[in-house]
C-alpha cells in the first residue's frame, strides 16, 4: 500500500506539472496572440490614417485644380497630346484640357513662321467659357499670364460700355475735340486749333485719343474705375491673370486712362474675357483650362459645365459696343493691314471685329505693344480671342497681323471639320 501510494502522488504531480505546463503555455499563447492582434490593429490603424490622409491631400488638389486657373495652367504645361487632347496624368488623377490641340498647333507653327520672339495668342469660347488656344513665343513660354503689359487702346472697350450704360453718350454722340486722332497729349486735345467734330462709333473704329480723353471727363473718375472692375481690374480671385488698374490722380491722368494711355496692365487672358463679356452679351463668364477630371481608377470626378462669372453690362450695351468692334475690321484702324485684307477677300463669311491698341512697353522687354483684341463667328461658332507682339523697328509680324494670321487659321480648321 505505501508503495501503491507513492506511486500515485508521482502520477498526481506529474499530471499537475502538465497541467502547469499546459496553462502556462495557454497563457503565453494567448498573451502572443493579443500582441499578435494588437500590432494587426496599430497596422490598420496606421493604414487607415494614411488613407484618410491621402484621400485629404487628393482631395485639396482636385479642389485646388478647379478653383485656381494658374494651377489648372501649370498642369497644362505638362499634358501630352493623346487621342487628340492634351492630357496630363500622376498616381492620382488624370486631367484632360479644353485646349484644342490642332487650333493650338496651327498658331504654335505661325508663331514660328513670322518669328515672333515676344508674343501671345488666347482664344476662348465666347458661349461657354472655354480655353480653346494659349500660345506663348518660344523662347518666353508663360507670356498668356504676364500681366504687366499696357492695355492701350483696348481700354476704350471699358470707356466706351461705361459712356453707353451710363447714358452719357450713345453711338452717335459727337463733340468738337482738338488734335489728331492718335494725339496723346491732353493738353493739345483741349487746346489745339486743330478742331474736328467726331462721334463715338467712328472714334472708336479709329481709336480717337481726343474724343476718349475728353469722354473719360465727361464719365468721371469713381464711374470709369466703378465699369473697369466690373471688367475685372484688380481682382484677386480664381488665380486668374487679371488686369491691375492704378485710379487716375487727376483730370489730365483720368483723360489719359479713359483713352487707354494710362497706368493700366493686362494680361493676354483678360484681354480675352473681355472680349468675351461683349461677345457674350455682356456677360463674364468663368474660364477653364479644364474638360475633365478622372480618379486613379477612371472614374470621371469632373465634367466641364459652363459658370457666369458676373453680368457686367446689358445685352444692348455688348451690342452696341459688338457693333463698334466690327467697325474697326470694315474701315478703322486695322481696315487696310495687310492680313486683314487676305482675311477680308478669302473668306467673306466670317464676322470679325476688335478693338486694336498700340503703347511702349515699358518694362522688359522694350518695344512697341500691339494688341488685337476681339472676336470671331464662324461656322455656328463664336470665339473670343487676343493677340499681341511686341516688337522693335524690325519685325516680321504685328500683334494685329497675327490675330487675323489666327482667324484665317480658325477659318480652315473649321471648314476642314465640315467637309468631313
Given at each position: 500500500?505505501?508503495?501503491?501510494?507513492?506511486?500515485?502522488?508521482?502520477?498526481?504531480?506529474?499530471?499537475?506539472?502538465?497541467?502547469?505546463?499546459?496553462?502556462?503555455?495557454?497563457?503565453?499563447?494567448?498573451?502572443?496572440?493579443?500582441?499578435?492582434?494588437?500590432?494587426?490593429?496599430?497596422?490598420?490603424?496606421?493604414?487607415?490614417?494614411?488613407?484618410?490622409?491621402?484621400?485629404?491631400?487628393?482631395?485639396?488638389?482636385?479642389?485646388?485644380?478647379?478653383?485656381?486657373?494658374?494651377?489648372?495652367?501649370?498642369?497644362?504645361?505638362?499634358?501630352?497630346?493623346?487621342?487628340?487632347?492634351?492630357?496630363?496624368?500622376?498616381?492620382?488623377?488624370?486631367?484632360?484640357?479644353?485646349?484644342?490641340?490642332?487650333?493650338?498647333?496651327?498658331?504654335?507653327?505661325?508663331?514660328?513662321?513670322?518669328?515672333?520672339?515676344?508674343?501671345?495668342?488666347?482664344?476662348?469660347?465666347?458661349?461657354?467659357?472655354?480655353?480653346?488656344?494659349?500660345?506663348?513665343?518660344?523662347?518666353?513660354?508663360?507670356?498668356?499670364?504676364?500681366?504687366?503689359?499696357?492695355?492701350?487702346?483696348?481700354?476704350?472697350?471699358?470707356?466706351?460700355?461705361?459712356?453707353?450704360?451710363?447714358?452719357?453718350?450713345?453711338?452717335?454722340?459727337s463733340f468738337v475735340c482738338g488734335g489728331h486722332d492718335d494725339s496723346c497729349s491732353p493738353s493739345v486735345w483741349l487746346n489745339s486749333r486743330y478742331k474736328v467734330k467726331r462721334n463715338l462709333r467712328d472714334s472708336f473704329a479709329h481709336s480717337s485719343n481726343p474724343f476718349f480723353g475728353n469722354l473719360g471727363r465727361?464719365?468721371?473718375?469713381?464711374?470709369?474705375?466703378?465699369?473697369?472692375?466690373?471688367?475685372?481690374?484688380?481682382?484677386?480671385?480664381?488665380?486668374?491673370?487679371?488686369?491691375?488698374?492704378?485710379?487716375?490722380?487727376?483730370?489730365?491722368?483720368?483723360?489719359?486712362?479713359?483713352?487707354?494711355?494710362?497706368?493700366?496692365?493686362?494680361?493676354?487672358?483678360?484681354?480675352?474675357?473681355?472680349?468675351?463679356?461683349?461677345?457674350?452679351?455682356?456677360?463674364?463668364?468663368?474660364?477653364?483650362?479644364?474638360?475633365?477630371?478622372?480618379?486613379?481608377?477612371?472614374?470621371?470626378?469632373?465634367?466641364?459645365?459652363?459658370?457666369?462669372?458676373?453680368?457686367?453690362?446689358?445685352?444692348?450695351?455688348?451690342?452696341?459696343?459688338?457693333?463698334?468692334?466690327?467697325?474697326?475690321?470694315?474701315?478703322?484702324?486695322?481696315?487696310?493691314?495687310?492680313?486683314?485684307?487676305?482675311?477680308?477677300?478669302?473668306y467673306p463669311q466670317l464676322i470679325i471685329g476688335g478693338k486694336s491698341g498700340t503703347l511702349s512697353e515699358l518694362t522688359y522687354p522694350e518695344g512697341r505693344c500691339e494688341w488685337f483684341t476681339g472676336f470671331m463667328e464662324y461656322g455656328g461658332k463664336r470665339v473670343a480671342f487676343s493677340s499681341l507682339a511686341v516688337?522693335?523697328?524690325?519685325?516680321?509680324?504685328?500683334?494685329?497681323?497675327?490675330?487675323?494670321?489666327?482667324?484665317?487659321?480658325?477659318?480652315?480648321?473649321?471648314?476642314?471639320?465640315?467637309?468631313?
Amino acid at each position: 500500500a505505501p508503495e501503491g501510494g507513492k506511486s500515485m502522488r508521482k502520477v498526481q504531480v506529474l499530471i499537475g506539472f502538465i497541467l502547469l505546463l499546459t496553462l502556462f503555455g495557454f497563457v503565453v499563447y494567448k498573451d502572443s496572440d493579443e500582441k499578435k492582434s494588437n500590432s494587426i490593429s496599430i497596422t490598420f490603424e496606421k493604414k487607415e490614417k494614411k488613407e484618410e490622409e491621402e484621400k485629404k491631400i487628393f482631395h485639396r488638389k482636385l479642389n485646388k485644380l478647379l478653383n485656381d486657373f494658374s494651377y489648372q495652367y501649370f498642369l497644362f504645361k505638362q499634358a501630352t497630346e493623346e487621342n487628340g487632347r492634351y492630357v496630363y496624368r500622376d498616381k492620382d488623377m488624370t486631367v484632360v484640357f479644353t485646349i484644342d490641340p490642332q487650333f493650338q498647333n496651327r498658331i504654335e507653327e505661325e508663331f514660328k513662321q513670322f518669328k515672333v520672339k515676344y508674343g501671345a495668342y488666347v482664344a476662348i469660347d465666347a458661349s461657354n467659357g472655354k480655353v480653346l488656344a494659349a500660345v506663348s513665343s518660344l523662347d518666353y513660354p508663360d507670356l498668356t499670364f504676364k500681366r504687366t503689359f499696357p492695355a492701350a487702346s483696348t481700354f476704350k472697350i471699358i470707356t466706351a460700355a461705361a459712356a453707353l450704360e451710363t447714358g452719357i453718350a450713345d453711338l452717335d454722340t459727337s463733340f468738337v475735340c482738338g488734335g489728331h486722332d492718335d494725339s496723346c497729349s491732353p493738353s493739345v486735345w483741349l487746346n489745339s486749333r486743330y478742331k474736328v467734330k467726331r462721334n463715338l462709333r467712328d472714334s472708336f473704329a479709329h481709336s480717337s485719343n481726343p474724343f476718349f480723353g475728353n469722354l473719360g471727363r465727361l464719365i468721371g473718375k469713381e464711374k470709369l474705375i466703378e465699369f473697369a472692375q466690373k471688367f475685372g481690374f484688380n481682382r484677386p480671385d480664381y488665380g486668374f491673370p487679371w488686369g491691375i488698374l492704378r485710379e487716375p490722380l487727376d483730370g489730365y491722368d483720368l483723360a489719359l486712362m479713359a483713352a487707354g494711355l494710362g497706368e493700366t496692365r493686362i494680361s493676354p487672358f483678360h484681354e480675352a474675357l473681355m472680349a468675351l463679356t461683349v461677345a457674350n452679351n455682356g456677360v463674364m463668364l468663368k474660364p477653364s483650362l479644364v474638360e475633365k477630371i478622372y480618379d486613379s481608377e477612371g472614374n470621371l470626378l469632373f465634367s466641364f459645365k459652363r459658370e457666369e462669372l458676373s453680368k457686367v453690362i446689358s445685352s444692348s450695351t455688348a451690342e452696341k459696343i459688338r457693333s463698334m468692334m466690327i467697325l474697326t475690321v470694315k474701315y478703322g484702324t486695322v481696315s487696310d493691314r495687310k492680313f486683314f485684307r487676305i482675311l477680308k477677300r478669302k473668306y467673306p463669311q466670317l464676322i470679325i471685329g476688335g478693338k486694336s491698341g498700340t503703347l511702349s512697353e515699358l518694362t522688359y522687354p522694350e518695344g512697341r505693344c500691339e494688341w488685337f483684341t476681339g472676336f470671331m463667328e464662324y461656322g455656328g461658332k463664336r470665339v473670343a480671342f487676343s493677340s499681341l507682339a511686341v516688337n522693335g523697328s524690325k519685325y516680321y509680324i504685328s500683334g494685329y497681323g497675327l490675330g487675323a494670321v489666327a482667324s484665317m487659321n480658325f477659318v480652315k480648321l473649321n471648314s476642314e471639320y465640315a467637309k468631313k
